[in-house]
């Protein structure tokens, strides 16, 4: 009698529980998480269709380079860095076949490395190439970059939470966090395979420990409650800074805020030395990396900065081999690219983060001074730093703008938090319409991510890129042999062969092959088959190339076999006919 009295309590205590205690709260908690998990594969099964950008492609291929080779060698090689690897190596050798990585940030390659190790112990091959017209994405895509990116979303949400929660009320953040999950532009970046969510991740979480540090330590906790974060807010922005050189701009930002929390003549200077300090011994390692193979700790980058300027359009400065800079003629073509970045093409990058509305709160917070110092101090670090990266991103391409974007986790919860401030302030006395009036900000801020996944979703990567085609390229020449290309991002991550860039003309051309490199293939795609005719074709930079790409080849051409794929959009020349024995390779046209 008393067992099943007592089990009858214990029904009644889970169902009590249940209904009113921690079992609802467990069930809140997991409805919220299926309803994100469904958020987050609708987007990715209907947004996704394989990368699509030189840069994340760039990055997927360091990657694979990095599991197998242990380095940060590349398979995308630019006649600019080979022109930079002989005049630093012995005997002028371009080390082609070992070429190191100039331009990018190690951080992310090699945590793809690692995913792709770890499938590989799996016992399956990541790199399969996809079959049929439809087949768009490699094994590496969906279940390792995808997962990856997605999860620094996930994690950057929650920070989002704690963020919100400490900083005002847990309301605040858990609208904050919602709202987070709901911007088209967090999944956005984190299916484009770049880089931007990890490095969100970790230039958030660098402000946030050093908050929690500073706050522990004004409240006077245990000394460990305030060293720890403080730690682990230097050793996040260094991962940010391994991830994205750009994201260097946040130290300042971090180093602004210690000053003010820990008292600007009590302290505070000690604390920012340390930071710096420890900031910069802990990327030294790279700098003198980059240092080693290219005589300069930035690497390439700054000259990354002049591409796509008057005096280098497009790509044309990494097609050169034998490039002429000068620092006078840098300097003014660096300052019409960022006045023309942010003047035309960029120049609502800022403005609509987000559709804008949680923007200009933010901005609006500037000029409104809240209760709790630590709220006004968080506010001026973030601005700092977002100023600067958008000082430098300036000067860099359509990515480094991007990653103003790491910003938006901050931007959330100010906005939200003045926006709760204003409702209050009209005093509308029925707690209906301030509900209405929550719910209706984040509904605007969801807007876009609706837009977006409404019908038809006609995504495609091609053209260019279509990646059993570039695979089938690939294939017909060996590991050993060297690929020529107007895209050899996608030939180096789909194809798996080494690609040269193709050279600034023909003239070039004929010296690479001559006397530093055989080439066994030369790949036009509409890369370069569709730029203006006559501008660009006939009369401007590529004329050399119009003969080669309309198969009309020069008697002295090395490359005298012709194949057109995908009905005539793409061309590729050979030494001999490697496409006649097995499958064709243009026999799979992407789906239309």
């Given at each position: 009698m008393a067992d099943k009295r007592s089990f009858e309590t214990t029904i009644h205590d889970v169902v009590y529980s249940v209904d009113t205690g921690s079992g609802l709260k467990v069930?809140?908690?997991?409805?919220?998480?299926l309803i994100l998990l469904i958020l987050v594969m609708i987007y990715t099964a209907t947004q996704f269709r394989g990368l699509n950008s030189e840069e994340?492609?760039?990055?997927?291929?360091?990657?694979?380079?990095m599991s197998i080779q242990n380095g940060m060698l590349t398979k995308v090689v630019r006649p600019l860095t080979m022109w930079k690897m002989q005049t630093l190596t012995p005997g002028e050798n371009p080390l082609i076949g070992a070429h190191p990585d100039m331009f990018n940030a190690p951080a992310y390659p090699?945590?793809?490395?690692?995913?792709f190790k770890a499938f590989d112990l799996l016992g399956a091959d990541p790199f399969t190439m996809p079959e049929g017209v439809r087949g768009v994405a490699?094994?590496?895509?969906?279940?390792?970059?995808?997962?990856l990116n997605h999860t620094f979303c996930l994690l950057s949400g929650l920070l989002v939470f704690f963020l919100g929660k400490r900083l005002f009320s847990h309301e605040i953040g858990f609208v904050s966090m919602t709202t987070y999950y709901l911007s088209n532009l967090v999944w956005q970046n984190s299916i484009s395979g770049l880089n931007i969510s990890m490095a969100g991740f970790f230039v958030l979480a660098s402000f946030f420990c050093m908050i929690t540090a500073t706050m522990n330590r004004r409240d006077g906790s245990h000394k460990a409650l305030w060293v720890t974060p403080y730690l682990l807010s230097i050793f996040s922005a260094a991962i940010a800074f391994y991830t994205r050189y750009i994201t260097i701009a946040v130290v300042p930002g971090v180093c602004l805020l210690v000053w003010l929390m820990c008292g600007r003549f009590r302290g505070g200077t000690r604390f920012v030395v340390v930071f710096v300090i420890l900031f910069t011994l802990l990327i030294t390692p790279w700098l003198y990396r980059n240092y080693k193979v290219s005589g300069n700790p930035a690497g390439m980058v700054g000259y990354t900065a002049l591409t796509e300027t008057a005096a280098y359009p497009d790509n044309s400065l990494h097609r050169d081999y034998h490039p002429e800079v000068s620092f006078g003629r840098s300097t003014k073509v660096l300052k019409e690219k960022w006045v023309n970045n942010y003047s035309g093409t960029y120049s609502t990058v800022i403005p609509s983060m987000g559709g804008g509305i949680l923007m200009g709160l933010f901005i609006a917070t500037f000029f409104y001074h809240f209760v709790r110092p630590q709220v006004n101090h968080l506010r001026w670090g973030v601005g700092v730093s977002l100023l600067t990266t958008a000082g430098l991103a300036g000067f860099f391409s359509e990515t480094s703008i991007?990653?103003?974007?790491?910003?938006?986790?901050?931007?959330?919860?100010?906005?939200?938090a003045f926006f709760?401030?204003?409702?209050?302030?009209?005093?509308?006395?029925?707690?209906?319409?301030?509900?209405?009036?929550?719910?209706?900000?984040?509904?605007?801020v969801f807007v876009p991510m609706f837009l977006t996944l409404a019908p038809p979703n006609n995504v495609r990567t091609y053209p260019p890129y279509h990646a059993p085609m570039i695979g089938r390229v690939?294939?017909?020449?060996?590991?050993?042999?060297?690929?020529?290309?107007?895209?050899?991002?996608?030939?180096?991550?789909?194809?798996?062969r080494v690609s040269i860039l193709v050279p600034k003309d023909l003239e070039q051309f004929y010296e690479i092959n001559d006397y530093k490199q055989y080439i066994s293939g030369l790949y036009f795609t509409t890369i370069t088959r569709n730029k203006p005719f006559v501008k660009q074709l006939l009369d401007g930079p590529e004329r050399s190339w119009l003969p080669i790409m309309s198969g009309r080849t020069p008697p002295d051409f090395p490359l005298k076999e012709i194949v057109a794929l995908n009905r005539q959009d793409q061309i590729f020349l050979s030494d001999r006919d490697r496409w006649s024995v097995g499958p064709a390779a243009g026999g799979a046209a992407p789906a239309q």
């Open positions: 069930i809140r908690v997991a409805l919220y998480i994340a492609m760039d990055y997927a291929q360091l990657g694979r380079n090699a945590l793809l490395a690692t995913g490699m094994p590496a895509e969906q279940w390792i970059i995808l997962p991007q990653s103003i974007q790491v910003y938006w986790p901050f931007v959330i919860p100010y906005g939200i709760y401030i204003l409702i209050d302030r009209l005093d509308l006395g029925v707690r209906l319409y301030n509900l209405w009036l929550k719910i209706l900000i984040v509904v605007l690939g294939q017909m020449l060996n590991p050993r042999e060297v690929l020529c290309t107007d895209m050899p991002w996608a030939t180096a991550w789909y194809g798996d």
